[in-house]
């Protein structure tokens, strides 16, 4: 059967191939008593979930050994095989079946409660923090014992094709899935800003997020027609339809092929005004992209990513190691590294903590700050590599200057136990804040003489502004970059920053819309750090650019209090 669904396009592009579904994330585990006649009919069913796990570990591994896994995927597959067979979770729980006549959810349920409350009691943490592993395997089981298809790669038989739908993913979730290369993202839940949509730009593939059915209204190997442009998903299209997205398919990449030619192409408006057009990345792997897209710099390296998916931190030596590679490859132009921006919906994996407002909690530089090891590790490794390139630290999420005056003095610090030990680094290496909190853009004059440059979150600073949590599905029709108030705060820190002659860009998404390329030339914006994908586009606006035919119209814009007008006049200042 044929259907449509709606949701919100985050990554642009058409995508045609098969459906990929992963499990939910949230198991809910009832209770019921199974006739004494039945119990070992129920111990079979458990041994059945035993077994079908065990397959797809099996699968799992044949794909590490293939190569399309990542490799410490082995490692992590040998622990969780090894909780699978041990007696304590599987003789045990077959065990509480056979005693309290109970349901295998349920008995493997008490049975982890059990084991993780010794996990608990034990003194050594590396063996102590294995306890989420036995939890994912727990996890793994009972999918498995509730009849939900568990993590398989995808079938071979649409190799090549595959799109992953998804209840929800996390960023991290979306690196991981990576390698597996699928063509497009769907998921149920999810907003335009999210880290995940963010990273699904990054990738450069068609995604949709806040379908909130498709998980359970798409099948495993369905044929879909993904339109990240209008957010629409076509489940099971006929011939005419397929037809018809394949020319739009077509036609799309003929224009992408044309903006091709603009690569090498300088970023100056028609009067002569020279912009800077940054990319922006997660991982010195997306090097490659950022290459094609012409960037001249990078304007923001979300330093976090690293720190992702892994069960340690990347010691000074890796963390260096990627900085370095990222200057180098970058020949010269400037290569700013935000600090990590850990916590809200970035989280290390076996991080513990679970605010109940993470967004508003220890996140970026105040979790750097709680945590003064680990964010001198990472100053070291910016300072190192600092010799090697035009290298400026980015600090996120500032709300007051007292953060300031304590990074300034880590990065002193850091900079003191160099020197001690004779390794030489960029003294006068750059440092800038990003301004994502209005308290920040608010208090701007005394930000500016502390820092080098601005970078201005517009994610954050909408998400902060308006109250808007930028992750939650629900309220992500409230989250709107045309607000008077958003247009309004930040022509007042471009304008205070151009006053001030200290640099300002724009990192966050707005900078890559193209509808806000003019009103942001026309304030005054010549900086720009954008997803690699979208920097051609961009420029092929403002190459079509007049400044001075643009600035009374931008600077109506910013005294317009009504929504509707902003809408009208934008649209005048586009056409
Ligand atoms: C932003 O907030 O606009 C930004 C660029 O940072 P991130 O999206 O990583 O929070
Ligand atoms: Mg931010």
């Known amino acids: 059967m044929s259907f449509i669904l709606h949701g919100i396009g985050v990554s642009s592009g058409i995508a045609i191939g098969h459906a990929h579904l992963t499990a939910p994330a949230a198991l809910e585990v009832v209770h019921y008593l199974i006739p004494k006649n039945q119990v070992s009919k129920e111990i079979k069913r458990l041994n059945q979930a035993f077994e079908t796990v065990q397959k797809e570990f099996e699968a799992l591994h044949a794909s590490t050994k293939s190569g399309i896994a990542l490799p410490e995927f082995s490692a992590f597959l040998e622990l969780h095989h090894m909780i699978l067979n041990d007696p304590t979770l599987t003789d045990a729980t077959r065990d509480i079946i056979a005693q309290n006549h109970c349901n295998a959810e349920w008995a493997l349920a008490q049975q982890k409660n059990a084991l993780l409350t010794q996990f608990e009691a034990i003194d050594d943490t590396y063996l102590r923090e294995r306890k989420t592993d036995v939890e994912q395997v727990v996890e793994r089981i009972l999918k ?5 298809p568990g993590y398989r790669p995808p079938s071979a038989k649409h190799l090549g094709d595959h799109i992953l739908v998804a209840h929800d993913l996390s960023p991290a979730d979306i690196m991981q899935y990576k390698p597996h290369q699928f063509i497009a993202f769907l998921t149920d839940i999810g907003s335009l800003t999210s880290h995940t ?3 699904a730009r990054s990738l450069n593939i068609p995604s949709v997020v806040a379908l909130h059915y498709a998980h359970q209204l798409i099948l495993e190997g369905d044929t879909l027609i993904v339109d990240g442009n209008q957010g629409v998903i076509i489940v099971n299209p006929d011939k005419y339809v397929l037809d018809e997205y ?3 398919q077509s036609q799309l990449e003929l224009e992408k092929q044309k903006l091709q030619r603009l690569k090498s192409v300088k970023a100056v408006t028609l009067d002569g005004t020279k912009i800077d057009l940054h990319a922006n990345i997660e991982l010195p792997s997306d090097l490659e992209q950022v290459k094609e897209s012409g960037a001249t710099g990078i304007g923001l390296f979300r330093s976090e990513f690293l720190f992702l998916n892994r069960d340690n ?16 490859q970058m020949n010269g132009m400037p290569v700013t590294i935000r600090t990590f921006d850990l916590g809200a919906d970035k989280n290390l994996k076996h991080s513990s903590q679970i605010a109940a407002n993470p967004a508003l909690g220890l ?3 105040r979790l750097s700050l709680s945590e003064p090891q680990m964010f001198h590790t990472q100053l070291r490794a910016i300072l190192r590599a600092s010799k090697y390139g035009q290298i400026k630290i980015l600090i996120p999420m500032l709300s007051n200057v007292a953060e300031i005056n304590q990074t300034m003095h880590l990065i002193e610090h850091a900079k003191h136990t160099l020197r001690d030990e004779n390794i030489d680094y960029d003294e006068h290496i750059q440092i800038g804040g990003m301004i ?6 608010l208090s701007l004059e005394i930000f500016l003489q502390k820092l080098d440059f601005l970078s201005i979150g ?13 992750v939650d599905d629900n309220v992500a029709h409230l989250y709107d970059p045309f607000h008077p108030a958003i247009i309004w705060l930040i022509s007042r820190i471009i304008q205070t920053a151009n006053r001030a002659k200290k640099p300002v860009s724009i990192c966050g998404e707005m900078a ?3 509808q806000f390329t003019r009103l942001l030339l026309g304030i005054g914006l010549t900086q720009f750090s954008m997803y690699p994908a979208q920097l051609l586009n961009i420029k092929n606006h403002i190459l079509q650019s007049n400044l001075p035919d643009i600035w009374p119209l931008a600077h109506k814009i910013i005294r317009t209090s009504s929504p509707e007008k902003i809408h009208t006049l934008l649209t005048k200042l586009n056409s």
Request: net charge negative; proline share 4%.
């Open 144 to 148: 498995a014992l509730l009849g939900h």
């Open 197 to 199: 949509a963010i990273v």
């Open 246 to 248: 394949r020319l739009r």
């Open 313 to 328: 931190l990347p010691d000074e030596e890796e963390q260096f190691e990627a900085y370095r590679t990222v200057v180098t």
């Open 363 to 365: 996140r970026a530089i």
């Open 436 to 441: 994502e909190i209005p308290a920040a853009a």
């Open 458 to 470: 517009t994610n954050d600073l909408i998400q902060y502004t308006l109250a808007i949590d930028r």
């Open 512 to 514: 890559g819309d193209t």
